[in-house]
C-alpha cells in the first residue's frame, strides 16, 4: 500500500481533525505518532474519546454481522455520540 493517500494531521489535533482520520486510526492505518497523538488528545477530551469507543464498538459489531445492515439502534448511538462531542466542541468555542 502506497503511503501517498495516506492522511495527516496536526501533532496537536482538534476534535474536528480527529473525526476526519478516525475510521483509519481504528484500522491501525495512522502512523504510531498520530495514534499516540490522538490518544493523548482522547485523554483530555472525554466527548473524543467516548466517540472513539463508540465507534469502535459499532464497527466491531458490523464485523461481526457482516450481512447486516448497520443496525439503527447502533446509528442512533452513533449519531448521539457525535452529537455530544460537537456540543462539548461549541462549549469551549
Ligand atoms: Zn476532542
Known sequence: M???G????????????????LSEY???ELSKELCEA????NGNCPPC??????YTKTIELVRTQPAEPLPS??????SAALK????????TR
Not at 6 to 21: A, G, L, Q, R
Not at 49 to 54: G, I, K, N, R, S
Not at 73 to 78: F, Q, S, T, Y
Open 73 to 78: 439502534a447502533v446509528k442512533d448511538e452513533l
Open 49 to 54: 474519546q467516548a466517540f472513539v469507543e463508540t
Open 26 to 28: 481504528i484500522d491501525g
Open 38 to 41: 490522538i490518544e493523548a488528545h
Open 6 to 21: 495516506m492522511k495527516n494531521i496536526s501533532s496537536d489535533p482538534t476534535c474536528e481533525e480527529i473525526f476526519t482520520v
Open 2 to 4: 502506497s503511503e501517498s
Open 84 to 91: 455530544r462531542c460537537q456540543d462539548a466542541l461549541d462549549q
